[in-house]
Nanobody, 123 residues
Framework: VQLQASGGGLVQAGGSLRLSCAAS????????IGWFRQAPGKEREGVSC????????YYADSVKGRFTISSGNAKNMVYLRMNSLKPEDTAVYYC?????????????????WGKGTQVTVSS
């Protein structure tokens, strides 16, 4: 099983980035894929999640209206489009997979985790 996040970088406040998560080694359509982030000195938190089977989504309140999650099932990919970025969005972003649907897309519900990608938003 492998989840590989990419697309992070340094961007100015108000800018945009698109993160990608490439999944392999499991039946993609049976899982929900989530994005999480961890800022220095803070706990890891959920950002967004999408069901690969029915496309249902979840967004944390802090990113609603700014971030958009999508999936390319044919390519086993999940994307996170981040617009209007703020300095408080600075964190390492991780993608993870859960067999138990979007409702269980939380820190304790994920079966597989990938390595993160750094997002830094300058003010």
């Amino acid at each position: 099983v492998q989840l590989q996040a990419s697309g992070g970088g340094l961007v100015q406040a108000g800018g945009s980035l698109r993160l990608s998560c490439a999944a392999s080694g499991f039946t993609f359509v049976d899982y929900a894929i989530g994005w999480f982030r961890q800022a220095p000195g803070k706990e890891r938190e959920g950002v967004s999640c999408i069901s690969s089977s029915d496309g249902s989504t979840y967004y944390a309140d802090s990113v609603k209206g700014r971030f958009t999650i999508s999936s390319g099932n044919a390519k086993n990919m999940v994307y996170l489009r981040m617009n209007s970025l703020k300095p408080e969005d600075t964190a390492v972003y991780y993608c993870a997979a859960t067999r138990w649907g979007v409702d269980n897309c939380n820190l304790h519900g994920m079966q597989y985790w990938g390595k993160g990608t750094q997002v830094t938003v300058s003010s």
